[in-house]
């Protein structure tokens, strides 16, 4: 069983870049009557608290979310800000949401749901946050290749493994490949971890080169604390709504801004 859990990087920077293009996204996607489908692989327990002894340990949300918020790096009307505002009225003020608490502000009755989470703790509190979605406990990507292609056919998939098993990385070019075939139509997202070893790098050369339309987003930031290996964060998304290269590019430029310096790399 794996170990990782989300509630000691929850709200950090990858996050904030991470579901900055995800509410993009689902806003996209929901602005037309049609229902659609939301798929997870990796969904963790939905919601954090980032006073939580696991948050206050790392630091990382208040590097990430809380430093956003305060400097407004997000504007009133993004996507994000919304969806983490509604958490927020819901179940207080330090409440941060995970991508299925994200996609639930934008989901419509007739949308349906599928999330993935395997760890049996994770999978037991996403149980108690995530009863619009159908759950499963089991491998995101076998439940990700059973369901696809969903019903609806409209829609999206997010993979946000914790690539704590290395073969992840050769292994997700032939998953989307697969999905890809098998959901034609479907936006695939896949996010990653861009770590001082640069182990990311074949992975999305495999993906570019079956996937020439691909938008892949990168943004870099400073280790979270001495010795730590993360120095960015990337999501590579097949078939990407229109607009999504536009919030990529603003989010990126705002990454750029903040840390202008790549002494760390």
Known sequence: MLSYQHAYHAGNLADLHKHAL????LSYLTV???????????AGRGLYDLTSPEAEKTGEAAAGITRALAEDWLPADHPLRQALDAVRARHGATAYPGSPLIARH???PDD????AELHPTE??????VAGFARLHQQDGFQMAQAVCPPMPRRGMLLIDPSYEVKADYDAIP??????VRKWNVGVIA???????DQRHVPMIEALRGGHADALISEVNFPPARSGHGMIGSGMAVVNPPYGLD???ARIESLFSQRFPGKAWR
């Open 22 to 25: 995800l509410a993009a996204m």
């Open 32 to 42: 037309k009557p049609k229902p659609l489908s939301y798929l997870e692989t990796h």
């Open 106 to 108: 934008f989901l419509r």
């Open 112 to 115: 349906i749901a599928h999330l």
């Open 123 to 128: 999978h037991e509190a996403l149980a108690e």
């Open 174 to 179: 032939r998953h989307i490949s697969r999905l």
């Open 190 to 196: 896949l996010w990653y971890p861009i770590l001082t």
């Open 246 to 248: 536009e919030e990529a």
